[in-house]
């Protein structure tokens, strides 16, 4: 029936974990528990063991850092179940019918089923506005507005697959460099046709970033983006960012944005990095950046 998979780093996943066992086993189905830990050599994972003791339920940490694509294949590849439910490890779950609301959605013609994410409706720590304003307004979607563009609307840190599918795409681990994973993924989704359903059962995204990590972590995706779009792995025109820079190519204009971002960034950075930053100039930074970059 269900595998539920929680990959993790250096994070305490027990109380998750006690949460999901806990909500399976109402719903009397067969289903199985797996977090792997990402070789953090973490004292968190002390808590993490506790996850041995709970019903059908094994907690790894590995020895060797496989990254974050190749922990989510390895999850797979130890789970035994026709369904995977992927569930990042710092979600919070808000809804005792969590996992009632995935299986009453399945059926033969569905492949994929993506519950969506919120995040907390007030932060007060200044320093993590930029990456929690971020997901209110960009990330935070209902199924409905999902709906309406199903692979491009389409995360993994809260997704229900069928293993068959998985399995037929995998996370790509040719690829080493941060950030897009879900981009890519939902792009080889969009390619091989499955059948993706949204609905309205979203975790809620708990170890919010701070600033400066979000743009660090955000640049780094930019430079991964830019990568599989000059290696042929993705096509521009599935990518918001990398259609909206063709175009700028197209009019010649990514010499002036280029040089206008690296004229402004130390200014840009400060701002985002302000208590109250500005998606707009986040998304100049973003597109300044990316018409930065060499090929």
């Keep these: 029936m269900l595998s539920i998979l929680i990959p993790t780093y250096n994070y305490n996943v027990y109380p998750l974990a006690k949460q999901l066992v806990q909500q399976a086993t109402l719903l009397n189905i067969d289903f199985e528990f797996i977090c792997i830990d990402d070789?953090?050599?973490?004292?968190?994972?002390?808590?993490?063991?506790?996850?041995?003791?709970?019903?059908?339920?094994?907690?790894?940490?590995?020895?060797?850092?496989?990254?974050?694509?190749?922990?989510?294949?390895?999850?797979?590849?130890?789970?035994?179940?026709?369904?995977?439910?992927?569930?990042?490890?710092?979600?919070?779950?808000?809804?005792?019918n969590f996992l009632f609301n995935y299986i009453s959605n399945l059926d033969n013609y569905v492949d994929i089923i993506y519950g969506g994410r919120t995040?907390?409706?007030?932060?007060?720590?200044?320093?993590?506005?930029?990456?929690?304003?971020?997901?209110?307004?960009?990330?935070?979607?209902?199924?409905?507005?999902?709906?309406?563009?199903?692979?491009?609307?389409?995360?993994?840190?809260?997704?229900?697959?069928?293993?068959?599918?998985?399995?037929?795409?995998?996370?790509?681990?040719?690829?080493?460099?941060?950030?897009?994973?879900?981009t890519l993924f939902a792009y080889q989704v969009s390619k091989s046709n499955l059948k993706v359903k949204h609905i309205d059962?979203?975790?809620?995204?708990?170890?919010?970033?701070?600033?400066?990590?979000?743009?660090?972590?955000?640049?780094?995706?930019?430079?991964?983006?830019?990568?599989?779009?000059?290696?042929?792995?993705?096509?521009?025109?599935?990518?918001?960012?990398?259609?909206?820079?063709t175009n700028l190519k197209k009019i010649k204009i990514n010499y002036f944005v280029s040089f206008l971002f690296k004229f402004t960034k130390p200014v840009l950075t400060k701002q985002l990095e302000s208590s109250n930053p500005s998606l707009i100039l986040f998304n100049f930074y973003k597109i300044g950046l990316l018409c930065s970059l060499k090929k």
């Design 39 to 96: 070789a953090s050599s973490s004292p968190l994972n002390m808590e993490n063991e506790k996850i041995n003791s709970l019903k059908n339920s094994k907690f790894i940490a590995q020895k060797q850092n496989a990254g974050y694509r190749g922990n989510r294949n390895n999850l797979v590849k130890k789970s035994k179940y026709e369904y995977l439910l992927f569930i990042d490890g710092d979600s919070i779950i808000n809804n005792k």
């Design 119 to 182: 995040h907390p409706i007030n932060i007060d720590d200044a320093n993590k506005k930029l990456r929690w304003k971020y997901g209110k307004q960009i990330e935070d979607k209902t199924a409905m507005v999902r709906n309406k563009n199903i692979y491009k609307s389409l995360m993994f840190n809260n997704t229900l697959i069928r293993k068959e599918c998985f399995n037929s795409i995998k996370f790509d681990t040719s690829v080493t460099k941060y950030g897009h994973d879900d």
């Design 201 to 245: 059962n979203p975790v809620e995204h708990g170890d919010i970033d701070l600033n400066i990590t979000f743009i660090k972590k955000t640049e780094e995706g930019i430079i991964n983006i830019f990568d599989l779009y000059q290696s042929n792995k993705i096509d521009y025109k599935f990518v918001k960012i990398l259609n909206f820079y």
